[in-house]
């Protein structure tokens, strides 16, 4: 198993794309290319895509991945600063404040 990342449809050589929309998945014929990490690519029926999908879920519709490490966590401009990462409650108790707004994770998996 290997990840890959659909790039758009496929097109036949007049540009027009490959495959019709069918309200049964099993008569979806539409083509999509697929690039691979190599940067190899290949092509996929919507059913095919779908199916795989489907694979890595369970019975609940969870999916489950692995995180690997966090690459990069830069701010766009809307983090919370230090000393405004902490909020008082009824009793005069401070807390600190939960919260990634203002922060972009990148992550690998």
């Known amino acids: 198993m290997t990840k890959a990342k659909g ?56 999916a489950y991945s692995i995180l690997d490490e966090v690459v990069d966590h830069p701010t766009n401009g809307h983090a919370l600063l230090k000393d405004a990462g902490n909020f008082e409650d009824r009793n005069g108790k401070r807390h600190p404040r939960m919260t990634t707004k203002g922060w972009e994770l990148e992550v690998q998996w």
């Open 7 to 62: 790039t758009g449809r496929k097109r036949d050589a007049d540009g027009l794309p490959m495959g019709r929309r069918n309200r049964n998945p099993l008569l979806d014929s539409r083509l999509y290319e697929v690039e691979f990490p190599d940067g190899s690519t290949d092509a996929f029926t919507a059913n095919i895509i779908a199916e795989n999908m489907f694979s890595q879920v369970d019975d609940e519709g969870h």
